[in-house]
Every structure is written in C-alpha cells, then in structure tokens.
C-alpha cells in the first residue's frame, strides 16, 4: 500500500466535485487500501478521495479506538437529515491544526456501496453522523471551514499557505 500526499486548504483542487465511481473494480480497492493507510497513518479517522486529488466519490471511515473497524462508502449520498442539529468540534486533515464548532444534522441516513459493489444503507447519529457529513461535503468541493466566519476563514487560509511557503523555503 502506498501513502498518498493530502492536499492542505487552501488548495483549489479541494473544490472540485467528484464523480460517481462506474465500477467498484482491483483499481478502486487500491485507492481504497492506500486512502485507509493514509488515514491511519496521519492520524485521522475519515478521508475522501478529494483531499488525496482523486475526484471520485470514495470515503473512508474508521471512529473505533483501535483503528480496526474500516469503513468504506463508495458514492455515497445522504439520503436523510434530521431536523435536530447538533454542534461539534470538528477538525480536518487537509486543515491542519485548525479545529472550530461546526453545526449539523444529528442524524444522517446514507446511502452507498461498499468495497463488493453492493448497495446499503446507514442511519446513523453521534461521530459517524458528523464523519459521514464532513466527508460527503468534501465530495462535493466543501471544506469544513467554509462553516466558519469569513474572518475564521481567512485567517486560517493565511496560516496554511504561510507555514507551507516556510516548509517551502526549508527546502
């Protein structure tokens, strides 16, 4: 398996919106191996497609203390929202560091395939709700700080691109 380099916010490959994945084939289950891997190692316990710049629509999960428990949805879509919200405090991968509240639904009933190809559905609430949210909205070009203030925002995006042009210059 292979590590894959996640993309930092900025980055405007983050808005791109991915694509239905046409079949769930050795070449998806690769992706799928190598994203685990990514996530685990980086720590984190959900990743999409999107923040390692691969466009389709692939998450995967694992909220377990002992990182055993894998999750993959493969075109995922929430198929339904409760009216109750429920604030989190959520962090992102590709937003280093940088944790805020961020406001959803409580409950989330989902849709998707899993590694075989064959459909299920998911209702879920607590962290997995939260997980399977800010994962989806990564698929559909949204980084969790897009909840945030403008100001949250933009003084986030000045952090990110000052320590990466740091990184750069060490280099």
Not at 3 to 20: E, G, I, M, Q, S
Not at 132 to 157: A, P, W
Request: aromatic share 6%.
């Amino acid at each position: 398996m292979a590590l894959l380099n996640v993309l930092c916010y900025p980055d405007p490959r983050l808005h791109k919106v991915a694509k239905p994945v046409a079949q769930v084939d050795a070449r998806i289950k690769k992706i799928v191996a190598d994203m685990a891997d990514t996530m685990y190692e980086a720590p984190g316990v959900g990743l999409a497609a999107t923040q390692v710049d691969i466009h389709e629509r692939i998450v995967v999960i694992d909220i377990s203390e002992e990182q055993n428990e894998l999750r993959v949805f493969i075109n995922p879509e929430i198929i339904w929202v409760s009216s109750e919200k429920k604030s989190w405090r959520e962090g992102c991968l590709s937003v280093p560091e940088f944790y805020d509240e961020v406001e959803r639904p409580a409950q989330v009933r989902v849709k998707a395939l899993d590694l075989d190809g064959k459909e299920f559905e998911i209702e879920t609430d607590g962290l997995l709700a939260v997980c399977l949210q800010h994962e989806l909205d990564h698929l559909q070009g949204k980084v969790f700080v897009e909840y945030l203030s403008i100001l949250k925002r933009t003084r986030i995006s000045h952090k990110l691109k000052k320590r990466t042009k740091e990184l750069l210059d060490e280099r």
